[in-house]
């Protein structure tokens, strides 16, 4: 049952959030929404961007830990932002700019870090530097993509996922193995 309540939440959660700023979503209007209670949500969560970041990490975590080259997990990792735009523009919205590329930054890079193996072979100031700049990479195509008045449709957008995967393979194995020369 608290599993499936969990899960309630975070649905009702994502549904309020698509629609506006997490600033102005109450933990009321969420216990109403799924019909639970105060206590409920507070047993399962800290507050509602908890409920969000939760949501996207175990999303992230499962995308970066399938048995496919980083980019494309990196790329699925977009794809799943692009289903969620609502939310993550209203997130933005209420925290701020600042605020949420770092939160964007950090937890990229957490991602990356884990889904490179065997890190100790490659010079530590190499492995900083890819990241640092894959990082800002998918931040800076995110927030482009939030700040973009236009909606493509889920098709168009796989589409330019599928090319973006196609062109950019293999890159970060590819500098990566450049730090061992």
Same mark, same amino acid.
């Given at each position: 049952?608290?599993?499936? $309540?969990?899960?309630? +939440?975070?649905? %009702? $959660?994502? =549904? ?14 969420? $216990?109403?929404? %799924? ?11 800290? &507050?509602?961007?908890?409920? !969000?970041?939760?949501? /996207?990490? $175990? ?7 399938? *048995? ?11 794809? #799943? %932002?692009?289903?969620? *735009? ?6 933005? *919205?209420? +925290?701020?700019?600042? =605020?949420?590329?770092?939160?964007? !930054?950090?937890?990229?890079?957490? @991602? #990356?870090?884990?889904? +490179? ?12 530097? !890819?990241?640092? /700049? ?30 973006? *995967?196609? @062109? ?5 194995? &590819? ?7």
């Amino acid at each position: 049952m608290a599993h499936g $309540t969990k899960e309630a +939440i975070v649905e %009702c $959660t994502l =549904q309020l959030a698509a629609k506006k700023p997490l600033n102005r979503i109450s933990v009321r209007e969420i $216990t109403e929404a %799924c019909g639970v209670t105060r206590n409920t949500f507070y047993y399962h969560f800290h &507050d509602i961007y908890e409920v !969000v970041t939760d949501f /996207f990490e $175990t999303e992230a975590t499962a995308i970066f830990g399938e *048995k496919l080259p980083l980019e494309a997990r990196l790329l699925n990792f977009l794809g #799943l %932002c692009a289903g969620y *735009k609502g939310v993550w523009l209203n997130l933005y *919205k209420a +925290i701020g700019y600042e =605020q949420f590329s770092g939160y964007i !930054v950090q937890h990229i890079h957490t @991602l #990356l870090l884990s889904a +490179i193996g065997d890190q100790e072979k490659y010079r530590p100031e190499d492995l900083e530097l !890819v990241c640092a /700049f894959y990082e800002e990479a998918i931040c800076g195509a995110l927030m482009r993509w939030l700040r973009s008045k236009r909606n493509l449709r889920p098709e168009d957008l796989m589409q330019m996922l599928n090319r973006a *995967k196609y @062109l950019f393979e293999g890159q970060i194995e &590819d500098a990566l193995n450049r730090s061992l020369q």
